[in-house]
């Protein structure tokens, strides 16, 4: 780990912690060892990953109009390459996989930092914890950014999460503004009826927990000046074709479909985590990874299953940006008991607001 890999190309890992005794390679098609990410408006990158996790870090001088990179890899692969933009005196945040089974987390400089590689250190703090200062640069203007909770979460103590600082509890005033009276969106609850969609832990229905979560968002909505149309309102049977041709009708900006998940035949109460869905289009793409954000956000703990595309009918058929988003598996220890708290519906309702507003705000 103290080795240059080339002349410019120095490597930069150090611990702090003797952790070399607990390395371990992960099989190349595990998930990967970054938990989550987060740089602070101080310039301190802190990071979360598996236990005992073999880190190597690398810095780079800038070259050919990129600006000074510092990048590392994690054992395990990514699921979901991404970028975010950056700000103040960082570019861009790229998170993507350079060979099968690895993780990467690059963070560009713009060009005008320029980065002193003997001052970096990545610091184990933790056997899963680990702290790289950007000391050095300045860092007027930089906000904090990151995905995930540094702070891990332990399952067989959900309820904890409701009241853990880990967990991004949000309220009305956190949503963004948009122009009052604009936009339309269509919400619509899954199943309902003699339907019940999935059945859960406890007896916990599909129905139940998402027609309450739905009628929050249209609430939530219809207060910052969209105009909502729900598909139901209550416990009625309604079919797939009906809900499009609903949808369609309106000229809605976006459709949204709200589910919970269920694992079929089988009794994995391990398997949890949040999905969205779209079926196609940049739009819908965008719109389905505000709301995963979001809903991730609002879920630690919660494994993100990824934004994906699906055939679904409703987001198929329906000629707006369509998302269908799972909320969690009620057949999951983590997820059903959290989906069974009115007060994590309520937050749901609101990361899920968020991310429509999000949507609407850059339409
Ligand atoms: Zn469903």
């Known amino acids: 780990m103290v080795l240059g890999i ?60 990129n600006g000074d990179r510092v990048w590392i890899d994690f054992p395990g692969e990514l699921v979901r390459p991404r970028s975010l933009p950056g700000n103040g005196p960082v570019k861009e945040i790229r998170l993507g996989k350079p060979q099968k089974g690895f993780t990467r987390l690059v963070i560009e400089f713009n060009k005008s930092i320029s980065i002193d590689p003997q001052d970096l250190k990545l610091v184990g703090t933790s056997p899963d914890q680990w702290e790289l200062n950007f000391g050095g640069i300045p860092t007027n203007g930089l906000r904090s950014i990151g995905e995930g909770n540094l702070i891990r979460t332990v399952q067989r103590r959900s309820e904890r999460f409701l009241r853990s600082s880990s967990y991004q509890s949000l309220t009305i005033s956190d949503l963004p503004n948009i122009p009052q009276g604009r936009y339309k969106v269509v919400i619509d609850p899954g199943h309902g009826g003699p339907d019940s969609g999935a059945v859960g832990i406890s007896g916990i229905r599909e129905t139940d927990v998402v027609l309450d979560i739905s009628l929050q968002v249209a609430e939530i909505l219809e207060g910052k000046g969209v105009k909502v149309i729900l598909t139901r309102k209550s416990e009625i049977d309604l079919d797939l074709a009906p809900r499009v041709v609903i949808a369609n009708k309106t000229r809605a900006n976006a459709f949204v479909s709200i589910h919970a998940n269920a694992k079929r035949r089988s009794t994995r109460r391990d398997v949890n985590g ?25 879920s630690p703990g919660s494994p993100d299953r990824g934004v994906r595309r699906s055939r679904f009918f409703v987001i198929r058929r329906t000629n707006m940006p369509a998302v269908l988003v799972e909320t969690g598996f009620l057949t999951g220890k983590l997820d059903s008991l959290r989906l069974s708290q009115a007060p994590h519906r309520r937050n749901l309702a609101l990361a899920i607001s968020k991310g429509i507003l999000l949507y609407l705000q850059g339409e």
């Open 6 to 65: 080339s002349r410019r190309l120095a490597l930069i890992a150090g611990t702090a912690l003797q952790i070399s005794i607990l390395f371990y390679e992960l099989p190349l098609n595990a998930a990967s060892a970054l938990a989550a990410w987060h740089l602070g408006s101080d310039g301190v990158l802190k990071l979360r990953t598996s236990r005992g996790a073999n880190l190597k870090a690398f810095f780079q001088y800038a070259q050919s109009g």
């Open 274 to 298: 949040i999905e969205t869905f779209y079926f196609s289009g940049k739009k819908g793409y965008r719109l389905a990874s505000l709301i995963q954000n979001e809903v991730l956000r609002a």
